[in-house]
């Protein structure tokens, strides 16, 4: 029998889809593969260590996203916790010297999809899936 996916839910997977790219944009300008269009990166001057940090944060994101669109209620919370922790991980590359500009798109994208997650009505949705 098919579960039927709420709206709130198609958008979330569609938020993580985003922040999937992001992050898969982050490793490959890590890893000097792809050039820095806004400003500079660099992370405590070991670039390797940003690019794997990053990799596994693509990965997570795609795992997460494919449950979310399956409606696994898990999901919700991994994205709750892997979007804070991203958050935290943009903090620390503008620790590392990258330039505020640069993260900036997703600082945005991982801040909406927290917010998001902890709207009352997206919380109603997994609990209803």
């Not at 944060?57 to 449950?67: C, E, K, L, R």
């Not at 979310?68 to 503008?94: E, K, M």
């Amino acid at each position: 029998m098919a579960r039927s996916r709420p709206f709130g839910i198609t958008v979330l997977a569609a938020l993580a889809g985003l922040g999937t790219l992001f992050a898969a944009l982050n490793t490959l300008q890590y890893l000097h593969i792809l050039p820095v269009w806004l400003g500079g990166y660099a992370f405590f001057n070991f670039d390797l260590a940003a690019a794997l940090l990053w990799g596994v944060t693509t990965i997570a994101y795609a795992w997460i996203t494919s449950m979310l669109w399956n409606v696994d209620n898990a999901g919700w919370l991994l994205l709750v916790l892997l979007s804070g922790l991203n958050l935290i991980l943009d903090l620390f590359s503008s620790m590392g010297g990258t330039a505020l500009s640069a993260l900036l798109p997703g600082i945005v994208v991982n801040a909406v999809i927290l917010l998001y997650c902890l709207w009352p009505r997206t919380r109603e949705a997994f609990a209803r899936a």
